[in-house]
């Protein structure tokens, strides 16, 4: 198939954000809310449902990390996929894999199955952050089939570097899921402090991938650190099409429409026209001369 071309024979889309709190190191009680919003979303005929960053067990675990650390045909995953059955849903936990590394996972679901698995690339070990003493850092970033549309998973730190945005982008993706578990910070100008430098970014990319980007971060509180929450779903535009409230656990829901996306690209043919062969000859270039 054409990567520029969709399956539209549906284009519309019923999408809601999971924007929970998930209790840190409790693997069976968080399974048991993915459960029930799994079910619940069904009931109401979503098409896809997103959780956030660690949803399946908390952001800072620390020395819990390999306790919680499932792999990705573990039974957990199997039952939330299918209780999912046909409606996709992406979930955020910590995989171990053969070699028992551990990693900062998601799992995009499809049909009663785990169809694909991004392992966080950048994984930030700098101020509140200390990922690097306990994760393995993933080390690519493929485009998924989600049925009539093509995805791409990015997680937190992973969209503070352009590079991974850009590699998405030229898989012709139409869905750019970004999860995250980001701290709250000092409130400017009525705004949390990330706040205003992700949704710039949220927006950004959802204009020059010529795609939607659909983004869920966490709430709650895990020792005395607060999770700001905001997930929402910017279009092709730009345009925010939905928005969760700052702070508190919440369910968003939007409905998005592929056509957007095929119109975008015909009006402005920005994809079309990148010229990959410069990007990689001037990073080669770059490269040989770190050498």
């Not at 100008?189 to 010529?210: F, I, K, S, V």
């Not at 702070?247 to 429409?257: G, N, V, Y």
Request: aromatic residues 8%; hydrophobic residues 45%.
């Amino acid at each position: 198939m054409d990567l520029t071309e969709m399956d539209i024979s549906k284009p519309k889309m019923k999408v809601r954000l999971a924007q929970i709190a998930p209790r840190l190191g409790d693997v069976g009680r968080n399974r048991q809310t993915h459960l029930e919003a799994v079910r619940q979303a069904r009931a109401d005929g979503l098409d896809l449902l997103v959780f956030p960053e660690l949803s399946l067990t908390g952001y800072y675990l620390r020395d819990l990390t390999a306790e919680v650390a499932i792999t990705a045909d573990d039974p957990a995953l199997r039952e939330i996929a299918e209780a999912a059955g046909p409606m996709r849903t992406v979930v955020g936990f910590v995989e171990r894999d053969a070699e028992s590394r551990l990693f900062c996972s998601a799992a995009f679901t499809a049909d009663g199955a785990v169809r694909h698995i991004h392992r966080k690339v950048y994984l930030p070990t700098y101020g509140m952050f200390d990922e690097g003493r306990y994760l393995t850092p993933g080390e690519e970033v493929r485009a998924f089939d989600g049925g009539g549309w093509r995805g791409g998973l990015l997680i937190c730190e992973d969209a503070w570097h352009l590079s991974l945005p850009l590699l998405l982008t030229r898989q012709w993706i139409d869905l750019m899921f970004i999860i995250s578990a980001s701290p709250a910070r000092a409130l400017a100008n009525d705004r949390m402090g990330p706040q205003a430098a992700w949704e710039d970014m949220l927006a950004t990319y959802a204009r020059h991938g010529q795609c939607f980007v659909v983004y869920c971060n966490r709430a709650g509180f895990e020792d005395g650190v607060a999770f700001w929450g905001g997930s929402g779903v910017w279009a092709p535009s730009g345009q925010a099409v939905c928005r969760a409230p700052l702070l508190e656990e919440a369910m968003c829901e939007c409905e998005i429409d592929l056509r957007d996306i095929a119109e975008g690209r015909m009006a402005s043919p920005i994809l079309a026209d990148e010229r990959d062969d410069i990007t990689l000859r001037e990073l080669e270039r770059i490269l040989r001369g770190r050498a």
